[in-house]
């Protein structure tokens, strides 16, 4: 997920020093929209409650909002 947002021209920051944590940000502009996504595994389990889905969800958020930034003033 980092990688592709940065390749979207999105400016990557560290979170409080996780490796598993990122801010993304994008655009200069008055109006700001924050998505925040999990992603996370359970022991002996893995992905199972959906934590995949909701990260990839917010990712998706993310990249539609930066193709329409300018238009909305982000």
């Not at 359970?42 to 969800?57: E, K, S, Y």
């Amino acid at each position: 997920a980092k990688e592709l947002v940065a390749q979207r021209g999105f400016h990557i920051s560290p979170v409080d020093g996780l490796d598993t944590a990122f801010r993304a940000d994008f655009g200069s502009g008055p109006l700001v929209v924050g998505v925040c996504a999990e992603y996370d595994a359970l022991p002996d389990i893995g992905h199972a409650c959906g934590h995949n889905i909701i990260a990839a969800a917010g990712v998706g958020t993310a990249l539609a909002l930066a193709d329409v930034a300018d238009e909305l003033g982000l």
